[in-house]
């Protein structure tokens, strides 16, 4: 980028977070469980197949990280969109997937998904029978989309703080909360050091990802 994060954005509030989930297939497929796709992928190399939104996006990254943290194979089908790449997944074009909970959630529901992990430090409110990656014997596995608020670096303290305090108020207001939750987002509204302390996590996570598959942004 032609920018430094750390140093040419001054970090105001993370204002939600959202686990991915780690999602089957159509529940006709043979697997239950990520020990089943892990199994599934060493016996067939490259046979299965995942959906991403786009190179480069959450959903490649996050799946990249779970390739080389299990040590498997896996083909990657970046589509243009979430729409697209689940309805491939609900035809069966596809076997899996890492998504957020607003773009699947209501299609497990209907029976037509399956959901075998989430990629949070802890298991999400509205699925709590849904294993994190961690409890399944990843323990560094943390992939969480989030959307912070941030200005430009060197902006008066006093003027972040103004910022972070109408910011925060508004997250917690009773509509936007509940609008929020509704998205399947948990609301964080943060302080600008746990924002900073955020990003300075995120970049080693996926610059180690990124330097791995070589992907670039579309």
Sequence with gaps: MPYDPLKDLAPITLAVSSPQYLTVVNPNAQINNVADLVACAKAAPGQISYASVAVGSASHLTMEMLKSTAKVDLTHLPYKGAGLAINDLLAGHVQTDFF???????????????????????????????????????????????????????????????????????????????????????????????????????????????????????
Aim: charged share 20%; aromatic share 6%; net charge positive.
């Design 100 to 218: 957020v909970p607003g773009n699947m959630l209501q299609s497990v529901k209907e029976g037509r998904l399956r959901l075998i992990a989430s990629s949070g430090q802890k298991r999400f409110a509205s699925t709590p029978n849904v294993p994190t990656l961690i409890e399944l014997g990843y323990p560094d596995f943390v992939a969480v989309s989030w959307i912070g608020f941030l200005t430009v670096g060197g902006t008066p303290r006093n003027i972040i703080d103004c910022y972070n305090k109408e910011l925060v108020k508004i997250l917690h207001s009773p509509e936007i909360h509940d609008k929020l939750q509704g998205m399947e987002f948990e609301i964080i509204a943060s302080s600008p050091e746990q924002l900073s302390s955020c990003i300075r996590a995120e970049i080693p996570r996926w610059g180690k990802v990124l330097k791995a598959t070589g992907a670039k942004p579309e």
